[in-house]
């Protein structure tokens, strides 16, 4: 079956640190990965995303590199904000012969950056 | 444009009771989705539907748990009678279904704050 895995959190950061954010997955077929991130109170939001093996999603600073060879889709950052501290999800959709897609979530990493 | 609408924000119920959730998707999204999170943990598919038609609701406990969307818009999921684990966020989400689908994010509505006592 379809998995994500990704770094176990929390997370703390003093502001302006360097962010890494680990994701590797497993996946029948051939995915299309995402980066997703949840503010207090709220739904999830698109930050990033990648199609194809090395392509690079990048959004606010924030990017991620489509690695098939390690099967893998690391978050960095080179500097964070105290603004950035959300929960993180990696997250993995294939094609369903409904040309539907069928999505697959991590189990988020909550990050912390402090002032 | 406007967002994944959904309602109520928060619920709380005692075990064995009813809820209904209401969630209406972006305009033109075909696909529709509910998901459940539980505290501390990614987003888990109970159903898919595309249009009105139900695409995949293998994860769904269908003993108590049921969803339509009857006109392939807006959609209600619907537990019946709850149980204490079923206290969790359940968090609606559509896309496009157009082309190469599987690259099309989801996007989510706020979600629904459920807590059974």
């Known amino acids: 079956g379809n998995s994500v895995t990704q770094m176990e959190g929390p997370v703390t950061l003093s502001e302006e640190a360097f962010l890494t954010i680990n994701c590797t997955y497993t996946?029948?077929?051939?995915?299309?990965l995402f980066w997703y991130v949840q503010y207090p109170g709220e739904g999830l939001q698109l930050l990033l995303k990648a199609t194809k093996a090395d392509d690079k999603g990048s959004n606010k600073g924030f990017e991620a590199t489509y690695r098939k060879e390690t099967t893998s889709f690391h978050l960095e950052k080179g500097s964070v904000q105290v603004s950035d501290s959300a929960v993180y999800f990696c997250?993995?959709?294939?094609?369903?012969?409904?040309?539907?897609?069928?999505?697959?979530f991590g189990d988020g990493t909550t990050l912390t950056v402090k002032p | 444009e406007a967002g994944v609408a959904q309602s109520p924000r928060y619920k709380i119920i005692e075990k064995r009771q009813s809820v209904a959730f209401w969630c209406n998707p972006i305009s033109g999204h075909a696909t529709l989705y509910w998901y459940q999170q539980i505290l501390g943990q990614g987003p888990k598919l109970l159903i898919q539907?595309?249009?009105?038609?139900?695409?995949?609701d293998s994860q769904l406990p269908k003993d108590r748990f049921s969803a339509e969307r009857l006109k392939g818009v807006d959609s209600t999921l619907k537990i019946q009678p709850a149980k204490l684990e079923d206290s969790a966020v359940y968090l609606c989400a559509s896309s496009h279904s157009a082309g190469r689908t599987h690259n099309s994010p989801l996007h989510f509505g706020n979600g629904t704050r459920l807590t059974v006592t």
């Open positions: 539907f595309q249009n009105n038609g139900v695409v995949d």
């Open positions: 997250a993995l959709r294939i094609p369903i012969n409904t040309n539907a897609g069928k999505s697959t």
């Open positions: 996946a029948t077929g051939y995915p299309s």
